[in-house]
């Protein structure tokens, strides 16, 4: 039961009755046994600054921001951490007294499956397919974790280069930009250690899409990870497999985030798999 001592926590989004989020967090906080509440916060988007400071009026300990409200939040927030600073985009807010401070957690929870199945970053040879913004995350994931380099291939040059370089002047690793179909994207696939695809291609319902990607180029050593997290095997994760690599899809990369944005609030180590499997089971209804 919400009593006066629990604390309370959100996400905040227009609109919001889809989000996974609520499940989630619940779940890993009726497992840890701790007070604390979490609901959904639909907010308009010309009403999010009243949101914002109805919210910090409330004494909520902290929010989950999602779309359309990522960028939007950051000026109205008193202290912006770096990784959501340099990703341009905030997921998680948290509230000291008062004193609101704005965080990107996609960047833990990206690496996170990583980690855990000690794929070696350092001096490792990257594509990323897609230059959005779920790849600015994974970007400087990468970079924060000293790759050799990175290749962003994808349909629109502009923008990837745009991206590029946008952190070029935060990296002293070379980050190249090359169009699908090009010898460059041909190269960077045979050489790839980790092969990362953050465009919407093969996203439910469009299953039968998927990233360009030439298997016969790939090295079967190499990682291969997903973040699209609907189906749970898009068609590039079985062709992958098939291919014999190593593969993850964005389930744990959004539980992940859930998972330190919890951990920021509460200041306790969430169950990861938990959530995860409050997230599977949400999806699969959502499926049904
Ligand atoms: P976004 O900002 O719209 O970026 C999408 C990127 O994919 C852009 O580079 C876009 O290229 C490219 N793209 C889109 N359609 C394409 C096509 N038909 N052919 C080639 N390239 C195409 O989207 P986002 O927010 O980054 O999200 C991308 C995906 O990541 C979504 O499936 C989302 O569900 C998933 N995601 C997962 C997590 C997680 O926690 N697992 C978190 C965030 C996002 P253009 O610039 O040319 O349009």
């Known amino acids: 039961m919400n009593t006066g001592k629990t604390k309370n926590l959100g996400v905040m989004g227009w609109p919001i009755a889809h ?17 604390y509440s979490y ?17 910090k009026a409330l004494n909520f300990r902290g929010w989950n921001v ?46 996170r499956p990583l980690q855990e199945q000690g794929v070696a970053l350092e001096g490792a040879k990257v594509l990323i397919l897609g230059a959005g913004g779920a790849a600015r995350a994974v970007l400087w994931g990468m970079l924060r974790n ?11 040059l502009e923008k990837g280069e745009a991206l590029a370089q946008e952190f070029r002047q935060r990296t002293q690793v070379e980050i190249n930009v090359c169009a699908f179909g090009s010898e460059v994207f041909c190269q960077a696939q045979a ?48 062709e992958a497999r098939e291919h014999g690599c190593p593969t993850q899809n964005g389930e744990h990369m959004l539980a992940g985030q859930g998972a330190a944005a919890l951990a920021l609030w509460t200041g306790i180590e969430p ?16 499926e049904q």
């Open 19 to 35: 989000s996974l989020s609520p499940a989630m967090q619940q779940a890993a906080i009726e497992k840890a046994g701790i007070d």
């Open 39 to 55: 609901i959904a916060l639909p907010v308009e988007p010309q009403a999010l600054p009243q949101a914002v400071a109805g919210l």
């Open 66 to 111: 999602t779309i359309p409200h990522k960028t939007a939040i950051m000026p109205l927030l008193d202290e912006i951490d770096e990784d959501a600073a340099v990703i341009g985009a905030v997921n998680t807010v948290l509230n000291e007294d008062g004193r609101l401070k704005g965080y990107n957690t996609d960047i833990l929870g990206f690496l």
């Open 146 to 156: 000293k790759v050799a380099s990175v290749v962003l291939a994808v349909r629109t």
């Open 191 to 238: 050489q790839a250690d980790l092969l990362v695809n953050t465009t919407p291609l093969g996203m439910t319902p469009k299953v039968d899409a998927a990233p360009p990607v030439n298997w016969e180029l790939v090295k079967p050593t190499a990682f291969v990870y997903d973040i699209i997290y609907t189906p749970a095997e898009t068609r590039f994760l079985r």
């Open 271 to 286: 169950d990861a798999d938990c959530m995860c499997m409050a997230l599977r089971q949400e999806l699969e209804k959502k």
